[in-house]
């Protein structure tokens, strides 16, 4: 099992750049496929971005591409959500996720195929 914990959410004026991190517990957190989500006030939870566990293998999400990125460093057992020119549309709350398998690339934008999922954490974007 894998303990997700996201941190580095705030209150950023558009065009301003965060950085989110959502530290995992647990020697295996290597093996897991990385993901992050966002939820707005009054809308479903949707996908945001998924990494590999070499971290070769990334997916975003039309309405992220070419401004945000996600990494990770599995010797800290962390992975990293570098977001730039942010947009009040981006504002949601922001959700780490874990599956222990490496889903089809069908179904990597799928809530389903996580397992674990952190407490998540708010990004506030003003116009």
């Known amino acids: 099992q894998v303990q997700l914990v996201e941190s580095g959410g705030g209150l950023v004026q558009a065009g301003d750049s965060l950085r989110l991190s959502c530290a995992g517990s647990?020697?295996?957190?290597?093996?897991?496929?990385m993901a992050w989500f966002r939820q707005a006030p009054g809308k479903e939870r949707e996908f945001v971005t998924v990494?590999?566990?070499?971290?070769?293998?990334?997916k975003y999400a039309d309405s992220v591409k070419g401004r945000f990125t996600i990494s990770r460093d599995n010797a800290k057992n962390t992975v990293y959500l570098q977001m730039n020119s942010l947009k009040p549309e981006d504002t949601a709350v922001y959700y780490c996720?874990?599956?222990?398998?490496?889903?089809?690339?069908?179904?990597?934008?799928?809530?389903?195929?996580?397992?674990?999922w952190g407490q998540g954490t708010q990004v506030t974007v003003s116009s």
């Open positions: 990494i590999g566990w070499t971290g070769g293998s990334t």
């Open positions: 996720a874990a599956s222990s398998t490496w889903p089809p690339l069908s179904r990597r934008t799928f809530i389903q195929e996580y397992d674990y």
């Open positions: 647990g020697r295996t957190f290597s093996v897991y496929t």
